[in-house]
Antibody
Framework: EVQLVESGGGLVQPGGSLRLSCAAS????????MSWVRQAPGKGLEWVAN????????YYVDSVKGRFTISRDNAKNSLYLQMNSLRAEDTAVYYC????????????????WGQGTLVTVSS | SYVLTQPPSVSVAPGKTARITCGGN??????VHWYQQKPGQAPVLVIY???DRPSGIPERFSGSNSGNTATLTISRVEAGDEADYYC?????????????FGGGTKLTVL
């Protein structure tokens, strides 16, 4: 059974930093692109970033470029999101997501999702 | 950057058919995925690659994609289908490469 478990969320002041983690199990983590998707309170889904199997390619939504860094540790089956210079508009539930089994490209659908971790940026 | 446009809300009576559209420039040339999200829950994939259904998703859910519009169709709508629905594509343009979600459509079962 595929499981994705996010952690690391919490309350942080504007300008602060936070590192989110996603522990993956039940599939060959190193074979798949992985994504972070967020949802601000009462708003829709917003893709944040994704990372290639070996970490050699990374893509970000424009609003987080230069502030957020996605990374992964295939030996630990873990995905990370380092968030710096946080702003109030970064307040959201952050989901880790993985594609359908056997799909290994950027256009794959996100079949599996974690339960999300809440990040609140406020003074 | 690529924009996906969804109607904010769709209402349908139980047993009827709901159609939720997702508009985008030449979206028919892209692969469209659809997600269902109920309050307080993570999204669930209901249609992928325009018209495929993951295991466990009822046959009442179907999808199509042509020209500038992709459509999620829910037949014989049930109260449990009430949720937010999002379309999604991968934008491969060189300057804004990434995942794009539509703004979401709230499906209300009357």
């Amino acid at each position: 059974e595929v499981q994705l478990v996010e952690s690391g969320g919490g309350l942080v002041q504007p300008g602060g930093s936070l590192r989110l983690s996603c522990a993956a199990s039940g599939f060959t983590f190193s074979s798949y692109w992985m994504s972070w998707v967020r949802q601000a309170p009462g708003k829709g889904l917003e893709w944040v970033a994704n990372i290639k199997q070996d970490g050699s390619e990374k893509y970000y939504v424009d609003s987080v470029k230069g502030r957020f860094t996605i990374s992964r540790d295939n030996a630990k089956n873990s995905l990370y999101l380092q968030m710096n210079s946080l702003r109030a508009e970064d307040t959201a539930v952050y989901y880790c997501a993985s594609p359908t089994t056997g799909c290994s490209s950027t256009s794959c659908p996100n079949r599996y999702w974690g339960q999300g971790t809440l990040v609140t940026v406020s003074s | 950057s690529y924009v996906l446009t969804q109607p904010p809300s769709v209402s349908v009576a139980p047993g009827k058919t709901a159609r939720i559209t997702c508009g985008g420039n030449n979206i028919g040339s892209k692969s469209v995925h659809w997600y269902q999200q109920k309050p307080g829950q993570a999204p669930v994939l209901v249609i992928y690659y325009d018209s495929d259904r993951p295991s466990g998703i009822p046959e009442r859910f179907s999808g199509s994609n042509s020209g500038n519009t992709a459509t999620l169709t829910i037949s014989r709508v049930e109260a449990g289908d009430e949720a937010d629905y999002y379309c999604q594509v991968w934008d491969s343009s060189s300057d804004h490469r990434g995942v794009v979600f539509g703004g979401g459509t709230k499906l209300t079962v009357l």
